[in-house]
């Protein structure tokens, strides 16, 4: 297992593939590394070295002290610096996506493209909280929510799968806080002015049925991220990566691969 050091936190990340252009891979709210597995198998498949890790706050990552957002963002850098990676391709999820936000304004040079999954500029667009409940049913009726009806419907025993992992975790205790503190880390974050500087060419994916985060978030990336591109999915919601993944994957690698 391989841990980077930042102060008191432990960061946990993972790579895959031997050479060729980064990937770096940055998930969303309590979500994990893991999440990436199938897509970064998908990029290696096609030439691409990947990066993944968990946040402050989500999986083998620890964190006994409160953080702030610029910690999360600090953490790719010294990623990054750690690994000798000093250009790469970046996609954030969620979460992840503001992270990315900041670190493709504040360091153009080291950012080949950028791909904003189910994200906003700002947090006024995030309508879940840190908490899921106190009972199975209440994290199953939560998590639902992240997803389309229609998947929900047809894949009741993958979402049901999701909400005994989560629940597993706040029984444990090692979940709810870490999400706690994701989320006062995430507080009142505002990237708006940051957009215009934002040099990469960038492409936005949003579901049209997101329920966590309004599509209408990612139509005000694309008014102000002056090199971007939006493609709206008809049918899905929040949770791309599950509802809408083998079309995920090829709509990343298309545009990686694309010199426009």
Known sequence: MSFLKQGSSQIYYQTAGDSGPWVTLVNGHTRTHKDFKMMSKVLVNAGFRCLSFDNRGSGESTCELEFGFPELVSDVINLWDELDISESHLLGISMGGMICQKLASEHPQRISSLILVSTTAHAEWI????????????????????????????????????????????????????????????????????????????LILHGIEDQIIDPRAGSELDDGIPNSELKLIDGVGHLLLAEYSQSLYQDVLSFIQSKR
Do not use: C
């Open 127 to 202: 309508k879940a909280d840190s908490h899921w409940g106190t009972s199975f049913d209440e994290v199953m009726d939560k998590l639902e929510t992240y997803f389309a009806p229609v998947f929900v419907e047809k894949n009741k025993l993958l979402v049901k799968s999701m909400a005994k992992q989560i629940w597993s975790g706040i029984e444990t205790g090692s979940f709810s806080s870490g999400a706690s503190k994701q989320k006062a880390a995430m507080k009142g974050i505002d990237l708006s002015s940051m957009l215009q500087d934002i040099k990469a060419r960038t």
